[in-house]
């Protein structure tokens, strides 16, 4: 099982958009999902509660958690066992609760608007999954189409992402139906750039040696029956 943990000191730069879009667009891949709020604000917790009320209790496709951040390590052991993701979307300040959620981390997903105040305050968060040892992207969020800017901020900043979410209306809008880009307009723009970041989050987490090994492992149980029935 992987953890992703959604971090940002700065309020408003895309953390709990991405938590939910990531969160789902994992889910309809086939993962078993689960996703924790850490957040006291409880807006994944909002978003979550829409989708339970629309699709009934435990038919929303993922497991849910709300829990203060210094019992995230405790909710995640216990998730494990049965999901392959656990998506965190933590508070914007970077104090020991969500340090904790930081440091149960696989990958760090680091959403940055294209602005010189986003970009200062991310600096915080990569330097802290730095000195952890663990892996990030960082995610430009809400960039207008034909940014300077953007360009400007992308080269300050190492571990950028491939892909980028554009500034869409659809992003808010799903949420607001606590739904996801993908599952309202599946081809739409924001759609298409959910789908490329998490392809790029699978190719990280689930490097391909790691399927063709269990190809080969496939092939090989799978042979001694070939040989009794040549
Ligand atoms: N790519 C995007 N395009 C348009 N609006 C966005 C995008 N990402 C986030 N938003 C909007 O920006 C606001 C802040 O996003 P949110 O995910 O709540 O940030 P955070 O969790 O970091 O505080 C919300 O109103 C959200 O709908
Ligand atoms: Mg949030």
């Known amino acids: 099982m992987k953890v992703i943990t959604i971090a940002q000191q700065k309020g408003g730069a895309g953390k709990t958009t991405v938590a939910a879009h990531v969160a789902v667009a994992l889910s309809q891949k086939g993962r078993r ?3 924790i709020d850490i ?3 409880g807006s994944l917790s909002c978003w979550h509660g829409i989708r339970q009320e629309r699709f009934g209790e ?3 496709g993922l497991t849910f958690a709300a829990v203060t951040g210094w019992r995230v390590a405790g909710e995640v052991a216990r998730l494990k066992r049965n999901h392959d993701y656990v998506i965190i979307d933590s508070p914007p300040h970077i104090e020991t609760e969500a340090r904790a959620a930081i440091r149960v981390a696989d990958l760090i997903l680091i959403p940055v608007q294209p602005s010189p105040t986003d970009l200062w305050a991310s600096k915080a968060t990569i330097d ?3 000195a952890e040892n663990i892996p990030v992207r960082v995610l430009l969020n809400r960039v207008p189409a034909h940014s300077k800017l953007a360009a400007a901020v992308a080269q300050q900043l190492p571990q950028l992402a ?3 979410l554009g500034n869409r209306v659809l992003f808010a809008s799903a949420l607001m139906e606590g739904r996801s880009a993908t599952e309202l307009d599946p081809a739409s723009p924001a759609a298409l750039e959910v789908k490329s970041l ?3 989050i ?3 987490l689930e490097p391909p040696e790691e399927e063709e090994a269990t190809e080969e492992k496939g092939k ?3 042979s001694p029956k070939e040989h009794a029935t040549a």
Do not use: I, S
């Open 202 to 204: 699978l190719a990280m």
């Open 198 to 200: 998490v392809k790029e």
């Open 33 to 35: 999902v689960a996703v």
């Open 128 to 130: 802290l999954a730095k």
């Open 39 to 41: 957040d006291p604000q």
């Open 162 to 164: 491939d892909t980028m």
């Open 58 to 60: 435990g038919y929303t």
């Open 220 to 222: 090989a149980a799978k």
